[in-house]
């Protein structure tokens, strides 16, 4: 017997997740202000919003501008063990330990990852993991040099503004139906 809670509509579809990638603490105010902006704008479109979690940069102003939101919701996936790392911005904070290799968490739990400025070692390697991952990168307003790199580790798309790589990723998330469940 199954109970209502476990029972899905048939036709549920898990809603998307961006994962949006920066610097922290040495974040541009401009790459602040596009994250905020690219946050809102994939939570109007039905984002989940998953960030590096912290207080800082990009990731905190992904959330808070998906906050603005009303019914958005946002995940941040913290390098620590302490979830009072997180931003206030964040709904769900995940400890994980893990330091720098939970960016391998960031990018697997993203259907499309979208890097912000130029950013630095962190966001280098959460670009080439998305690459490796085959998950969809979207560089947003990098620097010429970070383009031309990254396009020449695989297909990367580019966008100037927020509102282009939110429909970048609306192109490019995969488009699936979760598996019914079958019920003995």
């Known amino acids: 017997m199954t109970s209502r809670l476990s029972r899905r509509p048939r036709s549920f579809r898990r809603r998307p ?3 949006i990638v920066g ?3 040495k974040a541009s105010s401009r790459v602040v202000k596009l994250a905020e902006e690219l946050g809102e704008r994939a939570a109007r479109a039905g984002w989940i919003v998953l960030t590096g979690g912290r207080e800082a940069g990009v990731m ?3 959330l808070r501008g998906a906050k603005k939101v009303e019914g958005s919701l946002t995940v941040g996936i913290l390098p620590g063990r302490d979830r009072a790392e997180a931003s206030p911005f964040a709904d769900v904070a995940i400890a994980t330990g893990m330091g ?3 960016n391998i968490v960031n990018v697997l739990s993203s259907d499309v990852v979208v890097a912000c400025g130029a950013g630095g070692p962190g966001t280098a390697s959460e670009a080439a993991l998305a690459l490796k ?3 969809p990168l979207v560089l947003l307003a990098p620097s010429p040099e970070a383009a031309a790199f990254f396009a020449g580790l695989g297909a990367v798309r580019v966008a ?3 509102a282009a ?3 970048i990723a609306e192109r490019e998330r995969p488009r699936r139906r979760l598996p019914r469940r079958r019920t003995p």
């Open 23 to 25: 610097a922290g603490e």
């Open 60 to 62: 905190r102003a992904a």
């Open 133 to 135: 991952a085959g998950k």
């Open 17 to 19: 997740v961006l994962g």
């Open 165 to 167: 790589a939110v429909e």
């Open 100 to 102: 720098e290799a939970r």
């Open 160 to 162: 100037e503004t927020a």
